[in-house]
């Protein structure tokens, strides 16, 4: 069965720049995550989602990072004004419920010049 | 504040030799954690996880260790094999209280030499 995919797999940009990444989800899965990893550090935690809703966006690190999840299937994690220290590797993550393990898509590499 | 740890940013065993991946965390709500394996671009996969009513779980050649009066697990892997070179996360959550957010170490890189 297919897991949890992620466009782009690689996004370059300039700073100040609009970025947009998305994933989708295992067919089924209600809850979704997005984490951040920057070089020689464990994934950081930013946002997930029951549903349609924002269940935790505690981990969001400033109000340039938004991300949706209108259908309660696809996610899109928006970042305005771009920055240099926004370079790392944006993965995410579905489950059945957020009671169940979670399974990584192979992320997207964003890299902010 | 870091509040789930590994300690050591690498580690090298030989083939058929026992792997001991260390992991501690600090907070006491924690009442689930999980092993990820992660190769060179790719996403981290799920390899082994345990709840904190257990000290114990295994699958194959994988076994996690939970010592909660000291705030550790372990996993060991027996025996080692070239193909586990990778970098291993371990993750903590506090699902009772805040769902599946995951809380992760900064990863122990395991090379398994032949």
């Known amino acids: 069965g297919a897991g949890v995919s992620q466009t782009p797999s690689n996004k370059v940009t300039e700073k100040g720049k609009y970025v947009e990444l998305r994933c989708d989800p295992i067919?089924?899965?209600?809850?979704l995550y997005w984490y951040r990893q920057s070089l020689g550090q464990g994934p950081e935690f930013l946002i997930y989602?029951?549903?349609?809703?924002?269940?935790?966006d505690s981990g969001l690190p400033n109000d340039r990072f938004f991300a949706v999840r209108p259908e309660g299937s696809v996610s899109t994690l928006k970042i305005q004004r771009t920055e240099r220290g926004d370079s790392a590797v944006y993965l995410c993550?579905?489950?059945?419920?957020?009671?169940?393990?979670?399974?990584f898509g192979p992320g997207t590499r964003l890299l902010v010049l | 504040d870091q509040q789930v740890k590994q300690n050591s940013p690498s580690l090298r065993v030989q083939e058929g030799r026992i792997s001991i991946l260390n992991c501690d965390y600090t907070?006491?709500?924690?009442?689930?954690f999980l092993w990820y394996k992660k190769y060179p671009a790719e996403g981290p996969t799920f390899l082994i996880s345990?709840?904190?009513?257990?000290d114990k779980n295994e699958d194959g050649r994988f076994t996690v260790f939970l010592n909660k009066s000291a705030k550790h697990l372990s996993l060991h892997i027996v025996p080692s094999q070239p193909g586990d070179s990778a970098v291993y996360f371990c993750?903590?959550?506090?699902?009772?209280?805040?769902?599946?957010?995951?809380?992760f170490g900064q990863g122990t890189e395991l090379s398994v030499k032949p």
């Open positions: 345990i709840s904190s009513i257990k």
């Open positions: 993550a579905s489950s059945e419920t957020d009671q169940e393990t979670q399974y």
């Open positions: 989602f029951q549903g349609t809703g924002a269940a935790d």
């Open positions: 907070n006491s709500m924690f009442d689930y």
């Open positions: 993750a903590a959550s506090a699902r009772r209280n805040q769902g599946g957010k995951l809380i």
């Open positions: 067919s089924g899965h209600t809850a």
